[in-house]
Nanobody
Framework: QVQLVESGGGLVQAGGSLRLSCAASGRTSSTYVMGWFRQTPGKEREFVAA????????QYAASVRGLFTIARDNAKNTGYLQMNSLIPKDTANYYCAVQSAVPGRYDSWGQGTQVTVSS
């Protein structure tokens, strides 16, 4: 089991930037992929970005490609989501998750961190 704790959310004006962090603990040696998702009330959870833990290959949702950057620091067992040029539609609760037990399935989730972008 991997435990995840997100941080770095907050209130930012449109056009601003935020960097989210996701600290992993527990059985981190079995982590395959770390992903970021977001969700707003009444809507389904949306994939944002993912990174393979060993090779660092990345994948982005079309809506954030070129604006957000996902990264990881294996030594610190921490993942990051750098978000630039934020717009009000980016307002959501952001979650990190990992695939650890079974590749292709996110099996550990953090509690989320709120990002609010004001116009």
């Amino acid at each position: 089991q991997v435990q995840l704790v997100e941080s770095g959310g907050g209130l930012v004006q449109a056009g601003g930037s935020l960097r989210l962090s996701c600290a992993a603990s527990g059985r981190t040696s079995s982590t395959y992929v770390m992903g970021w998702f977001r969700q707003t009330p009444g809507k389904e959870r949306e994939f944002v970005a993912a990174i393979t833990w060993s090779g660092g290959r990345t994948q982005y949702a079309a809506s954030v490609r070129g604006l957000f950057t996902i990264a990881r620091d294996n030594a610190k067992n921490t993942g990051y989501l750098q978000m630039n040029s934020l717009i009000p539609k980016d307002t959501a609760n952001y979650y990190c998750a990992v695939q650890s037990a079974v590749p292709g399935r996110y099996d550990s989730w953090g509690q989320g961190t709120q990002v609010t972008v004001s116009s």
